[in-house]
């Protein structure tokens, strides 16, 4: 069956799909959203096994906690080339499955060894990072050639919604099942979590857009190379790639120093922040359904400039709450609404424009390029956080600089011409664009 890209009548938006387009986006948003759940799941519950269960020490867990990101790292732009030279749909299954493999090892050797290793988590944690981004990059390529860039931002932004819904879930529950089973068997519920995704995307049914012959492609690392110098060619997407950056400075920032600073800078219990925490995927999904009013209200230059600014303002609230009172607990919350609600906008916004600007062809290593540079962000961010955050004052400082940072690059996109950026369709498609 040919790709049935596109939208009946000219309508926008999710409800202008073809039905059976419209029937593999709801598959694909449905897989991701177990999976996603399950992930939150060992987020929480891979460090907490290895804090009380092995009782690593503070390098022990930054080491754990940056495993997965740098392995990210290293293996996203290889996935990107891999992945505009095979197709989607069994990249998607294979990585699907072999997280479920990796993590499943844990619950098995907590069963046949008495307990796991950090080595052992150690890579579990590298594997599966490894396997997330190439999922990642393979899903967002996947969606770009199904759907056409005029429904693209309302799909990618029900996506992050619905993760934001899961990432409320599961972090909800993962205190629960570690409590009542340990960490072990909630990882093991993560695994179960990956084979339901992967055997829903085995029911996708679109062809996807034909690849371009073997005797068509340039060496490996030729077409390695071509994925940042084809994103960064268009003038529209250099602003965004720089804003990736930024946004990946700003979350490892977050992570190296928030709850420092809310532990013992605020004085918040372990109760207190996981809920402060969850309201993050509350506002995820509600920026999800909120993602095509804002940006039809403002143009999406203006949108996305404004939500980098609100990202910003959001995590400033941070070293500015006035310790564990209403006011300050309703301060963090206050972050957690802003900065995940219109990080879900800018998220989306950016990726649809990836998507309208750049070939099918070109949609993996894009997206493997805007992946690199945004966990380059994020590495930068820990290391940073990690020097000038040690004590609570420097915490607090981080988070300020995060915030700032988000600030000036929300201006600065906004002084640029993608600024000025009505609609999605006013911007030249990869067939329409001239080179800049």
Known sequence: ??????????????????????????????????????????????????????????????????????????????????????????????????????????????????????????????????????????????????????????????????????????????????????????IGIDALTYIFSAVLIGFLRVAEPKLPPASARASFFRELSDGLKKTWSVVLMRPLLISTFVIGLYFGLFRSSYLIYVTNGLGLGPEAIGLVIATGGIASFLGGVFTERISRFFGVGRAISLSLVIVGIGLTLVPLAPGATVVGFAMLVGHQLLSDGFETVWEANQAAIRGRVLSAAYQGRANAANDGVGILGRLMGIIIGGVIGSSVAGSGVALLVGGGASIAVGLFVALSRLGSIQSIAEIPSSGERRRA
């Not at 069956?1 to 419209?22: D, E, H, Y």
């Not at 740098?70 to 290889?78: M, P, R, T």
């Not at 008495?114 to 393979?138: R, Y």
């Not at 993760?163 to 340990?182: D, K, N, P, Q, W």
């Open 1 to 186: 069956m040919a790709a049935q890209k596109g939208t009946q009548k000219g309508q926008g938006g999710i409800q202008g799909l073809s039905p059976l387009v419209r029937s593999d986006v709801n598959i694909l948003t449905s897989a991701q959203a177990i999976s996603t759940y399950g992930s939150f799941i060992t987020r929480a519950a891979l460090p907490l096994l290895a804090i009380i269960g092995l009782g690593i020490n503070a390098a022990e867990a930054a080491a754990l906690a940056a495993v997965d990101l740098i392995a990210g790292a290293l293996v996203s732009q290889f996935a990107g080339v891999w992945i505009d030279r095979l197709p989607r749909k069994p990249v998607l299954i294979a990585t699907d499955l072999l997280r479920a493999l990796l993590l499943g090892t844990i619950p098995l050797a907590a069963a046949l060894f008495d307990g796991v290793t950090l080595p052992h988590l150690i890579a579990v944690s590298a594997l599966t990072g490894m396997c997330a981004t190439t999922f990642d990059i393979a899903e967002r390529s996947y969606f770009a050639g199904l759907v056409n860039s005029s429904a693209l931002r309302a799909v990618l932004a029900r996506t992050l919604g619905i993760r934001g819904a899961a990432e409320f879930f599961g972090f909800g529950s993962a205190g629960l099942l570690v409590g009542a089973f340990g960490g072990p068997v909630a």
